[in-house]
């Protein structure tokens, strides 16, 4: 199949399996799917990286307002204020952010992203290792 705008003539069933892996690992460990995707798509799939990142947020526009709804209906689990706030803090971050890839080359926002990719990782793991203040902690007033 021909994807004019990525410049890509691939097969359907790679993008297809990278959303299924990327969605999985979205709902099982609750990390964005951008985190995954966007190095995907610009490493296993050689998208040019300004197509990769308008097509990641569209990508998390459609699926994330398709689960807020299922889990708002199924679990009651969304906080509309605290989601309201991020969601006028992506908004702002977004064009902000748009702006300033504009004077970056691909190669440097690539390692950017690796950098950003890197350090997360080292929190991560930093966070196996480090002992907390305290084990346990009793939360009040918490309702489920």
């Known amino acids: 199949m021909r994807f004019p705008r990525s410049r890509l003539y691939i097969s359907v069933i790679p993008p297809i399996l990278l959303g299924v892996f990327v969605g999985i690992l979205s709902a099982v460990m609750g990390v964005g799917g951008g985190f995954i995707l966007v190095p995907a798509m610009i490493y296993l799939l050689r998208m040019p990286a300004p197509v990769v990142v308008g097509t990641s947020l569209f990508q998390i526009v459609i699926t994330t307002s398709l689960t807020s709804v299922l889990q708002a209906g ?71």
């Open 74 to 144: 199924r679990n009651q689990t969304v906080d509309i204020v605290l989601a309201t706030l991020l969601l006028i803090g992506g908004v702002i971050g977004a064009q902000l952010g748009a702006r300033a890839s504009g004077r970056f080359r691909a190669e440097e926002l690539r390692a950017l992203l690796a950098l950003l990719v890197l350090l997360v990782g080292l929190r991560m793991g930093a966070d196996l290792f480090i002992k907390p203040e305290e084990a346990f902690v009793l939360m009040t007033g918490a309702t489920r």
